[in-house]
């Protein structure tokens, strides 16, 4: 590595780790569930509000229809969580929604689970991050003046972050997704306190504006497919739900048991901070549109551009805990920070599906290393940049996002689901104990419910998001298929050719002759090191090449062969259009076409600098000829390295970087103290 990049990237990423320091460190339940749901409790802090979004098109008067669709997305909720309490007990190795499509439905739609949860975890950084920042913009006007930067600028500090390898340490984790459901809790008790018991009257920041209906007196048809729309819209709740099953090899033992466990708690507590913060949304007269600048009416006039929307659980905490008040700057805070760690729960689920996929040969091989820091560095670069590319295009809008969000999850769900069911059926055909084919009799029948629970949730959503969105995910799911599709043939085709034939064949068998060509332009060092080095290989016949550009110089050069008496034959090629590259290869292939048996192989000599800008100054026409020779069949190219005097600084310095330490790098112990040197008999 050059000096320009080494010292930087030691100081951001840290200094390399050995193989031998990957390790798995196995967490709690109480550790595992902030660890692993943060995303799923994190979504209460935006469901609500899509569901009032998507109301308010008919008007506040459908904002009564909020409890039934609060009570439609918990039913969801304990069906999704039963049945992937099931998967963690059948597949505890973590391969997820992908393992179980892959092993039971097959690999077409092992890869459509896994093209889905690709482009979900993408919107997951995109949605987290832009919702914590609108969180955040609610006490810190500067953030929501400048979203885009500022959703850039936290995805950046993400993935550096696990650039250097940090895992998700049990306080890194526990201690803001506690807060933030503590703080969810208080809010929702000391407000049905202050509206059941006290009486108080709650009024939140938009209570006082009226919605000015886009679609009045719906009815019918119509209104039922608001309402699916607005369902849709609070499944948003659930995103995140996969997680534990992908990490169940991450619990402590008995690890089956324990991710059910935190699964039920999850569910619980996600579902328990919907609902409340739903009703405080309605007791507090909460607002939302679409389009607030001028859905939105302030005596009759529409508020205007300048108006700014703040999340729903940030109207609700104001109306509670008062604005600006300890309470509430906590709440968004915490809100803030566990949006932007539910991101991170993207940056470890897609750069290990990165790694899975190309093991299977899916994707490039290069997803399948670890990096310095023993993370998979180039999964989670590519997850940052299309983060940053989907945060760039829409604004850092979560309303916007969220429209894309949800059909990755409930393909993912759904033929999960179905899989569990061929998972189960296939055992039973083999079970004969009565009491396991009880067990597996029942985890069927909540596998088939989830699975078609699910499956009419994504018809659902396809129907009611289609054109609001959704179409991107799924254009999003179908490059993911048709370019892993690709690879895979990609891989496969190359498999076949390279693989080695069980008898004799062209690529084993000897060549009849090799004949040895040296590429000289001068009589310097460097060609007469190629030259040594070619009779030191004794071809069959050895030849030295050069190409005639300018008449004087090829005089000078055959006059200054024959004074030398160098032994080998010198032939020159005319190039009456000053070509070098093509009359070289034109020869090359007339050897190969006169004597198919024969191999050819042709020495370059090459200069070895140490500055970045010789680079461009030298070994241009090296390069272009090896480019192109190395599309001949039956022609071996050898480079013959000749050190230039910049080379050697550039080994020197290559030197100093390693026996540099970072500062911390090295731990010194007590410095021990010499021992006193003892005298012999004679006093010396």
Same mark, same amino acid.
């Given at each position: ?59 506040? *008067?459908?904002? /009564? ?17 039963? %049945? ?46 832009? %919702? ?15 979203? +885009?930067? *500022? ?63 886009? /679609? ?7 209104? +039922? ?5 607005? @369902? ?12 534990? *099953? ?22 619980? #507590? ?15 007269? +909460? ?37 600006? %008040? @300890?309470?509430? +700057? ?8 566990? #949006? ?125 998001? @289609? ?123 007339? #050897?190969? *076409? ?20 010789? /680079? ?32 050697? #600084? ?35």
């Amino acid at each position: 590595m050059s000096k320009l990049t080494d010292v930087p990237k030691r100081i951001l990423i840290g200094r390399a780790l050995r193989s031998d320091r990957l390790g798995e460190t196995l967490l709690p339940k109480r550790i595992a569930l902030p660890v692993f749901a943060s995303d799923p409790l994190s979504s209460v802090a935006y469901a609500p509000g899509e569901v009032l979004l998507v109301l308010s098109i008919a008007g506040v *008067s459908a904002y /009564h229809f909020s409890p039934w669709i609060a009570l439609a997305v918990v039913v969801l909720m304990f069906t999704v969580v039963a %049945s992937y309490r099931q998967n963690v007990h059948a597949y505890p190795s973590g391969g997820g929604d992908y393992e179980v499509a892959n092993t039971n439905l097959g690999p077409q739609a092992g890869l459509t689970v896994a093209s889905a949860l690709l482009v979900d975890y993408v919107l997951t950084v995109a949605v987290s991050i832009s %919702s914590g920042v609108e969180n955040l913009g609610s006490a810190v006007d500067f953030v929501i003046e400048h979203k +885009v930067l *500022s959703a850039i600028v936290m995805i950046l500090l993400l993935t550096l972050m696990n650039l250097r390898g940090v895992k998700e340490s049990g306080k890194l984790f526990a201690i803001p997704t506690y807060v933030f459901v503590g703080a969810v809790f208080v809010m929702i008790a000391w407000g049905a306190w202050r509206g059941l018991v006290m009486g108080d009257t709650m009024e939140a920041p938009t209570a006082h504006l009226e919605i000015k209906a886009e /679609h009045q007196g719906l009815a019918g048809f119509a209104l +039922v497919f608001l309402l699916l729309r607005a @369902f849709s819209s609070g499944c948003a709740a659930l995103t995140g739900v996969e997680a534990i *099953s992908n990490g169940v090899p991450a619990f402590r033992k008995p690890k089956s048991k324990n991710a059910a466990t935190t699964l039920a708690l999850m569910g619980g #507590l996600a579902v328990t901070m919907f609902c409340g913060i739903i009703g405080l949304a309605m007791a507090t007269d +909460v607002k939302m549109a679409e389009a607030p600048s001028t859905n939105l009416l302030e005596n009759g006039v529409p508020v205007g551009d300048g108006f700014v929307q703040h999340p729903v659980i940030s109207q609700v905490a104001e109306a509670v805990f008062g604005n600006g %008040s @300890f309470l509430f +700057v906590l709440l968004a805070a915490a809100t803030a920070l566990v #949006l932007f760690l539910a991101a991170n729960t993207a940056y470890n689920g897609f750069p290990l599906l990165g790694s899975i996929l190309a093991q299977d040969r899916y994707l490039p091989r290069q997803l399948h290393t670890r990096g310095d820091r023993l993370a998979f560095s180039n999964g989670i670069v590519l997850l940052a940049g299309a983060a940053i590319l989907l945060v760039w295009i829409y604004d850092a809008d979560s309303t916007k996002l969220i429209q894309l969000y949800i059909v990755g999850v409930f393909v993912s769900f759904t033929l999960s689901q179905i899989g569990m069911v061929r998972h189960w059926n296939r055992h039973l055909k083999t079970e004969r104990d009565q009491a396991a084919r009880r067990r597996m009799i029942r985890s069927r029948a909540i596998n088939t419910f989830g699975a078609f629970f699910t499956g009419m949730v994504l018809v659902v959503v396809l129907a009611t998001k @289609f054109t609001h969105g959704a179409w991107v995910a799924l254009l999003g799911m179908l490059i993911f298929y048709g370019t892993m599709t690709a690879i895979r043939k990609h891989y496969d085709r190359v498999a076949a050719e390279i693989a080695a034939d069980e008898g004799p064949s062209d690529d084993s068998v000897r060549p009849s002759r090799v004949h040895s060509i040296v590429l000289v332009s001068k009589v310097h060092k460097p060609t007469l090191r190629a030259l040594a080095f070619a009779k030191l290989t004794r071809s069959d016949t050895l030849e030295a090449l050069s190409i005639s550009v300018d008449q004087a110089e090829t005089k000078a050069l055959r006059a200054e062969w024959e004074r030398r008496g160098i032994n080998v034959p010198l032939k020159i090629l005319d190039s009456p259009y000053r070509e070098i590259t093509r009359p070289v290869v034109e020869y090359v292939k007339g #050897l190969r *076409s006169e004597n198919p048996r024969d191999a050819v192989s042709v020495y370059i000599p090459e200069y070895v600098v140490g500055r970045w800008y010789e /680079h461009l100054l030298h070994n241009q026409s090296a390069l272009r000829l090896k480019g192109r020779l190395l599309f001949t069949p039956g022609v071996m190219v050898t480079s013959v390295p000749y050190q230039l005097e910049s080379s050697e #600084l550039a080994k020197r310095r290559a030197k100093k970087r390693q026996e540099w330490n970072a500062p911390g790098a090295v731990r010194r112990g007590p410095v021990d103290t010499p021992r006193p040197r003892q005298k012999d008999p004679a006093g010396k």
